[in-house]
């Protein structure tokens, strides 16, 4: 049987650049372990100026001293050539290399991960990352550079799945599978929402959707063939145990998890604001009318370096985030939606229904006349479109038995409708 942990060894390594054959491997691979499907995008889908680079792969690269010695090899860690270089073989002057090197400002050791260029096709130069130490010994005058890719086919893979795709109401599971030769950031994500949509879609009351992108481009490009999702969580960096978790509430859309979050005692989280450590595929998620929490365990130093890689994983800290995971959704299922069948506000008086609760106008001093009910009658047509029982309690503090008949009056009118 095939384990967590296995699932790092084989995929960690990979050279997993937004579209390249590692990241096809790997998506396959997910999709076969855990019975999901892959969607293919192409440059037909391309909108709002994202344009899917062509598919990518390093043959090989490197640089030689004087001497014909090789003193960076490239097939030694996957983030020694930026991502998207373009082809080089040439004598170069030590000013031209250095112009093309980058290392990483934080440690000395690390090779850090360059990836704007898988952002900006239209615009590809060659370079090469290196640990710090590397770069200041470059002292020759004159270096050989090599650099061989090959180009393919604009394409991106989605991995998904959906639970119950009949119902109205989607809480979405997100990571991104993208990431070069690193395996917290995220790989960590990916595997912890298949785990946790493996316990989840057998008893799903509401559509569970797990989603797994090429970071940012992947997203943009998917959603916009989508409906809108409900609510959701993008899990990030959850491999290493920092003794908390952190949740990154969304930016502007109003979300059920943080609120689910304050009852689920027994485990520690804070809840901090949007892209408060990381920052990436969620604000595209509510560009779509999906608000959109993230799960992460926190900054680690390793973070975009070589140094994130399989021996930083603490499994137990997965299962704590899977078992996470999952209480969230089953919160978020026992929660009662209804969906908004008007738009603008009802005029509650009007005879044909009969709705209207009394605020109480002090100028005539009736105060006291004031309905319970009021901050209800007031809240729905402000909410979203589809939104939850707890949503109004919450906001109006009002009786819940109250509230549901009053909510019941709206149902039958069809003014709302209950969803199941």
Known sequence: MISINDHFQFLGPLPRHINSPSYDIAAYYLAEKYNLKV???????????????????????????????????????????????????????????????????RCNDNIPYHFRQSYRPWSRDWG???????????????????????????????????????????????????????????????????????????????????????????????????????DGIFVESVGIDTGKFYLQKPKVLCSQVPNICKTLNKYNIEIVPSRFFFGNDECIFESFGCPMSEINRGYFSEYHSDKDNASLIDINSIHETIDLIVDIVTKFQQKTFYKRNFKGTVCCSNP??????????????????AHELRPVMDAIPLLPSIFSLEDILAATNCDYD????YLDQWCNLGLITLLS
């Open 39 to 105: 969607t293919r995008l192409t440059e037909e889908d391309e909108v709002n100026g994202w344009v899917i680079p062509p598919k990518y792969s390093l043959i090989s690269g490197y640089i030689k001293d004087i001497n014909n010695a090789i003193i960076l090899d490239a097939s030694n860690h996957p983030l020694s050539v930026i991502s998207y270089s373009s082809a080089i073989d040439k004598l170069v002057s030590r000013e031209e290399l250095l112009s093309h090197c980058h290392y990483d400002h």
């Open 128 to 230: 090469f990352c290196m640990t710090k130490t590397l770069y200041d010994n470059l002292t020759d005058d004159s270096y050989h550079v090599s650099i061989n890719v090959t180009n393919g086919p604009k394409e991106l893979l989605i991995v998904e799945a959906d639970s119950n795709p009949s119902s109205q109401i989607t809480f979405v599971l997100a990571a991104h599978l993208d990431h070069p030769g690193m395996v917290n950031d995220d790989l960590t994500g990916v595997i912890t929402i298949c785990e946790a949509f493996k316990r989840l879609s057998s008893a799903s009351v509401f559509n569970v959707k797990l989603v797994l992108l090429p970071e940012i481009i992947g997203a943009e490009l998917y959603l916009q063939k989508q409906d809108a999702f409900t």
């Open 352 to 369: 044909m229904y009969n709705l209207y609760k009394e605020p109480g106008q002090p100028v005539f001093g009736e105060e006291s006349l």
């Open 402 to 405: 109250l509230t549901k008949k």
